[in-house]
Nanobody
């Protein structure tokens, strides 16, 4: 089992920045692919960013909608994955979820059903 706890959400004005953190416990963190999804009211959950399992940094992936504004990273020593968000827009408003799936091939999985473990979510609200 892997337990995931997100933090760092909040209310921010358009153009501002936030950093989300997801602390993992229970298994060897470096063996897990990690991802950030988001879900806005009335919309499907979508992948924002992901990073492959790795004993070092991992290979990142960012959705086109956030490329150049958001950055995913992981710190295996702290069992934590981060999502640095900048130039935030009102359309970034959503509940953001951290997710994990066990290693294997170092290929990014983009579907929510590919991930086995989920955090409780943290609200990000961007005001215009």
């Amino acid at each position: 089992q892997v337990q995931l706890v997100e933090s760092g959400g909040g209310l921010v004005q358009a153009g501002g920045s936030l950093r989300l953190s997801c602390a993992a416990s229970g298994r060897t963190f470096s063996n897990y692919h990690m991802a950030w999804f988001r879900q806005a009211p009335g919309k499907e959950r979508e992948l924002v960013a992901a990073i492959t399992w790795s004993e070092s940094g991992g290979s990142p992936y960012h959705a086109n909608s956030v490329k150049g504004r958001f950055t995913i990273s992981r710190d295996n020593a702290k069992n934590t994955v981060y999502l640095q968000m900048s130039s935030l827009k009102p359309e970034d408003t959503a509940v953001y979820y951290c997710a994990a799936r066990y290693g294997g091939v170092k290929v990014i999985a983009t579907g929510q059903y590919d991930y086995n473990y989920w955090g409780q979510g943290t609200q990000v609200t961007v005001s215009s």
